[in-house]
């Protein structure tokens, strides 16, 4: 399986000096770049020593086995895609929704190997500590949108809606990254346009969600489309009617 791997994966770069946390981290990369793409069934110490262009020794050195290994590099992915969740900036909650989607799409531009590792590789019962790890970050997404969002406690219909709508992020992260056939901004834009369309349909089992629409709807609106914006101003009531079905 090593020599295989080897031969799809490229050749062995060569060894060269390096502290112990930039060895660390290196080993992490070429290991979240064979998760990212292979089973971590599939992928052995040998595999990411060739790839990291290290001895086999040395990756046990710095973690005890494969288990170890893969832990330590799906946390490294998850600490790096929670500090870009961090609150940033002002304005209302879909801008700041906005604001969020395009630094979640910076990491997975700039880490698409550690944001595919993170959401796809692994094995199919993703639970214990890896499971942790990957609900950590979907957690932190959630509390992200409720804090923007002002709402103190999310009823049931919001939250699984939040719940699928961070889902649907996941998935369309992925699939941009696998096709690559949609400009970003109009991706970040469509999933913008997707909350608020899954708002709409919370709101007609939950009385609050629709509260929560009138104060997003005609910000949304108006940011696109100025003629929105001027009918906004010129009688707001007749907004909040068209805002709101």
């Known amino acids: 399986m090593s020599a295989t791997r080897q031969a799809e994966d490229g050749a062995r770069p060569a060894r060269r000096r390096l ?16 998760f990212s793409r292979h089973d971590a069934e599939d992928v052995s110490i040998d595999d990411v020593a060739a790839s990291a262009g290290a001895s086999r020794a040395l990756v046990y050195h710095y973690f005890g086995g494969k288990q170890e290994l893969y832990v330590a590099a799906l946390r490294s992915a998850a600490a790096e895609l929670r500090a870009r969740l961090q609150p940033q900036g002002e304005g209302g909650p879909l801008e700041q929704l906005t604001s969020g989607l395009t630094r979640y799409f910076d990491f997975v531009e700039e880490h698409a190997a550690g944001f595919a590792a993170l959401l796809r590789g692994g094995p199919a019962n993703r639970a214990g500590e890896i499971g942790e790890i990957v609900d950590g970050v979907r957690q932190r997404m959630l509390r992200m949108i409720v804090h923007q969002m002002g709402v103190d406690a999310p ?10 709508w961070v889902a649907s992020v996941e998935t369309a992260g992925l699939d941009w990254l696998e096709h690559r056939d949609m400009e970003r901004a109009e991706l970040e834009r469509l999933l913008v346009d997707q909350m608020v369309a899954l708002l709409r349909a919370a709101s007609e089992h939950d009385p609050g969600v ?27 009531a007749a907004a909040n009617r068209e805002a709101v079905p």
């Open 19 to 34: 502290s112990v946390d930039r060895r660390r981290e290196e080993l992490i990369a070429a290991a979240l770049e064979l």
């Open 155 to 164: 009823g049931p219909a919001l939250r699984v809606t939040l719940r699928s």
């Open 210 to 236: 629709r509260v929560l629409l009138e104060t997003l709807l005609p910000v949304h609106r108006a940011s696109e489309n100025p003629a929105s914006e001027k009918r906004a101003s010129e009688n707001p």
